[in-house]
């Protein structure tokens, strides 16, 4: 990336941040939700993240790729591809042991390959965590978290059940996915809320008091689709003032926007997740981006909420 050093007047971020108060991470993870199937399974809302990876040999070569680059945070799920998704992740970075962390969520099941059912059964929650452990070929999980919230369920009883993993040394850190500001506020009177994992990119801010709320109580806000399912990937971006703030940084779109969001909190993570190598460096690349005040501040401005628009 050759960054342009005509504008000198650079907002700064930092590079690093600390969950609870052990795990030290850059702030640019990976996401390996789409590491399945085929490769041209892979892409749109309709993906069926159903079956372990065709290609392992070049999703394993991949994920040791990212340690390369600088990348210590990776994030999975039991219910992607039905844990085959944590086996592959887990045995792509055993060489790193004790060098990166790996997230893991549990709280969804997968009937089909088209159907994603929240259950958050207490009894469920843990014993999905303990099929983690094994796929993950590890005593303890870095961060376990709630994949989502089941209204069936007390979500006292469902942090708890976390709790309790966490008691037992099974699991170091919790965290939410896809949560409100007073979900975060009832789970943090059971136990420490060290991650918040929500949908969030320049198309889709209705987390924005989320994002404020977690910056603010020192919380890993980890938005996933960071780039809009790659809306803001191309030279022709959906958002106009991305591509010409990137023109004007000698950056692309996707990086500047992920700068934008590395920008907008200092305990923002993205983890944007690709199958492409030269994708991966060029997200990596995002993390040394710096934008002007002016830039950040124009960014803001065409991307916020219109006035009135309800916070998720």
Same mark, same amino acid.
Request: overall charge negative.
């Given at each position: ?12 971020? /930092? ?25 041209? @399974? ?85 014993? @999905? ?62 136990? /420490? ?15 924005? /008091? ?84 002016? @830039? ?8 916020? /909420? ?7």
């Amino acid at each position: 990336m050759q960054q342009n050093t005509a504008h000198t007047t650079a907002t700064t971020h /930092p590079l690093t941040h600390t969950i609870g108060d052990d795990l030290v991470v850059p702030r640019m993870g990976y996401g390996a939700m789409r590491l399945a199937g085929r490769p041209d @399974q892979r892409r749109g809302f309709t993906a069926p993240i159903w079956t372990a990876p065709t290609d392992r040999a070049e999703t394993i070569a991949l994920l040791r790729r990212a340690v390369e680059l600088g990348i210590r945070f990776f994030d999975t799920a039991d219910a992607y591809a039905l844990g085959e998704n944590e086996k592959v992740v887990a045995e792509a970075l055993r060489p790193f042991a004790g060098e990166v962390v790996i997230a893991t969520k549990v709280g969804v099941v997968r009937p089909s390959p088209t159907e994603w059912v929240t259950h958050g059964h207490p009894a469920y929650l843990r014993q @999905q965590a303990e099929l983690s452990l094994r796929r993950l070929g590890t005593d303890r999980i870095d961060l376990l978290q709630l994949h989502r919230v089941d209204p069936e369920y007390p979500l006292a009883d469902q942090v708890g059940a976390l709790k309790q993993l966490q008691d037992e040394g099974k699991v170091r850190h919790i965290g939410l996915s896809e949560v409100t500001v007073e979900q975060i506020r009832e789970a943090s009177g059971i136990v /420490p809320i060290r991650t918040v994992q929500n949908v969030y990119n320049l198309g889709e801010r209705g987390h924005d /008091p989320v994002v404020d709320h977690t910056a603010g109580h020192g919380i890993a806000f980890l938005p996933f689709w960071p780039l809009a399912m790659g809306d803001h990937a191309g030279p022709d971006s959906p958002v106009t003032v991305v591509a010409a703030v990137a023109r004007e940084l000698g950056a692309t779109p996707a990086q500047t926007a992920l700068a934008w969001m590395l920008h907008r909190s200092p305990t923002v993570i993205p983890i944007p997740g690709t199958s492409s190598p030269e994708h991966l460096a060029e997200n990596r690349d995002a993390l040394d981006l710096r934008l002007t005040a002016e @830039q950040y501040a124009r960014i803001d401005r065409a991307t916020a /909420p219109a006035p009135g628009t309800p916070a998720a």
